[in-house]
């Protein structure tokens, strides 16, 4: 099956600056990758996801690369902000290629200090 | 409003009690799935469904079961719990086919197995 690794487990960056949390996966067939966000005590939701159509994609100071070849993905985060803090995780779509068999990384714990 | 309903949010149950996590969504989606968080682990697939009567073992399907005779409910059943399952249980759901923008999570059931 899919397995998914994510680095780092933490990271802390002075606001303003750039965050970068990265991913691989193992499963060449999957082609769906969405990072989520969660906040202390509250749901993961979802930020951002690309396709393997597509190399990258922004959204406003959030972007997210994909390396098909090497397997890898990426999130980038910009001018960050005191309420980026909370946990990311990225994930990556099984053998249908859907969302219905996500595999998640373990997770970023992203603190922003002022 | 769209969203994803569980309940209980906590729980606190004594082993091999058995249980039931309700899970049910207004989107009318087709996909369905639980997962459990864990310090350091994650998110980890239990089961998901990609319609009704259609369900399949995600990464860590022991020790549940699910059911999925009507498309918006999707309840999670343990069975006989036993104190390993102590965790945050995750219900969500996603729309179909290569268009699908994720899961969409519930507000997540805090089960203590004592």
């Known amino acids: 099956g899919e397995n998914v690794e994510q680095h780092p487990s933490t990271l802390s960056v002075q606001e303003g600056d750039s965050a970068v949390i990265k991913c691989t996966y193992s499963d060449s067939a999957s082609n769906y990758f969405p990072w989520y966000k969660q906040e202390l005590g509250k749901r993961p939701q979802l930020i951002i996801d690309i ?4 190399g990258e994609k922004k959204d406003q100071r959030i972007a997210v690369t994909l390396n098909k070849t090497a397997k890898h993905f990426s999130l980038h985060i910009t001018e960050t902000q005191p309420e980026d803090s909370a946990v990311y995780f ?7 290629g859907t969302a219905s068999k996500l595999t998640f ?4 714990r992203l603190q922003v200090t002022l | 409003e769209a969203q994803v309903t569980q309940n209980p949010r906590y729980l ?3 082993t091999g009690k058995k249980l039931t996590v309700t899970c049910s969504q207004n989107m009318n ?6 997962y459990r968080q864990d310090p350091g682990l994650g998110l980890r697939q239990i089961y998901y469904s990609m319609n009704v009567e259609v369900t399949d ?6 020790g549940y079961k699910v059911s999925r005779k009507e498309k918006r409910n999707f309840p999670l059943i343990l069975e006989s719990p036993s104190p390993n399952q102590t965790s945050l249980y995750f219900c969500a759901s996603s729309s179909t086919g290569q268009g699908a923008n994720g899961y ?3 507000s997540g059931t805090r089960l203590t197995v004592v």
């Open chain 1, 51 to 54: 396709r393997s159509n597509v």
């Open chain 1, 90 to 96: 990225c994930a990556a779509s099984g053998q249908t």
């Open chain 1, 105 to 108: 990384g373990t997770g970023t």
């Open chain 2, 12 to 14: 606190i149950t004594v």
């Open chain 2, 29 to 34: 989606h087709e996909y369905m799935s639980w």
């Open chain 2, 57 to 62: 073992k995600g990464d860590v399907p022991e």
């Open chain 2, 104 to 106: 969409t999570f519930g």
